[in-house]
């Protein structure tokens, strides 16, 4: 049997809607031979996936997706990032200190976003956006769902419509602060694990995607992330399209980088 994997995917302790063994469970019937459960900035489902994948039968890989930001004098504009880090030890001290930190910069965001909410008519409370009792981080898909719950919107993505909801512009000026690339693929090393970079065709502010400016500037960006530890780039991902695909296997072959696959799946309500 052919090895079938996912390193990419979400539950309801980031901004997944199924819980780490509904995951886990969906991976095994879709035949899936190992698995990876990349949280947004925390590990918290990553022990619960496992026990549930030594009972089916799954190898379940601890990971974590973390919001990064790249600043340099070669770039106009900070640039938005996100590092995947697998097989990384989710006991480590360092790791463990600072997503408390990163935890408490979102609580902060999240405080404003309501607040733009509410100021356009749409009114939620912290507790409309505690979907499961585990559950601590919330992020924008979060808030998407407690939307529709409340009626305002009938499904998840109306609320990423452009100019709508949380892309208007007073929600986009809220911006939470995120840690560098540089000290995110620092953190993944120490926690004894593999950085990735995750879906590189959705990187902004390095020209307009599929372009040779964008590829070039992919290219640089690649070479300074190796310098500073990057081991892979996730090649294959449902935004991509087969031609970009190939192209950053070429760019993965260039700069000896572990080519990745990822789904990226985040629950039923947004495939």
């Known amino acids: 049997m052919s090895n079938k994997v996912d390193y990419h995917l979400h539950t309801y ?7 780490p063994t509904e995951i886990v469970k969906r991976a095994k019937d879709l035949e899936y031979t190992e698995i990876a459960i990349t949280d947004h900035d925390g590990i918290d489902g990553v022990k619960e996936a496992q026990i549930a994948g030594k ?9 974590i997706e973390l919001a990064t ?10 640039i938005d990032m996100h590092i995947l880090g697998y097989r990384i030890d989710i006991k480590n001290k360092e790791l463990n200190t600072e997503l408390e930190k990163i935890k ?4 902060k965001r999240n405080d404003k976003l309501l607040k733009v909410l509410k100021d356009m008519g749409y009114e939620l409370s912290m507790e409309d ?12 898909p979060v808030i998407a769902r407690a939307l529709v719950r409340h009626g305002y919107i009938k499904s998840a993505r109306e609320a990423f419509e452009p100019g709508q909801f949380l892309e208007t512009s007073q929600a986009k000026a809220v ?33 307009e995607r599929g372009t040779a400016e964008f590829y070039n500037n992919l290219d640089a960006l690649l070479r300074i992330l190796k310098k500073a530890g990057l081991k892979g780039i996730e090649c294959f991902h449902p935004a ?4 970009e695909s190939l192209h950053l296997v070429e760019l993965a072959e260039k700069y000896h980088l572990h080519i990745t696959e990822g789904s990226d799946y985040h629950g039923p309500d947004f495939e």
């Open 13 to 19: 302790y980031s901004d997944g809607s199924m819980s």
């Open 55 to 63: 009972a089916l039968e799954i190898r379940v890989i601890s990971g």
């Open 104 to 107: 408490e910069k979102r609580k």
């Open 69 to 78: 930001e790249y600043e340099s004098e070669e770039f106009d504009e900070k």
């Open 129 to 140: 956006l505690q979907l499961e009792e585990e559950q601590e981080y919330i992020g924008k």
């Open 240 to 243: 991509h399209k087969e031609e």
């Open 175 to 207: 911006k939470k602060e995120k840690i560098s690339s540089e000290y995110a693929i620092q953190l993944i090393k120490t926690a004894g694990g593999t950085a990735v970079l995750a879906h590189p065709m959705k990187i902004k502010k390095i020209g």
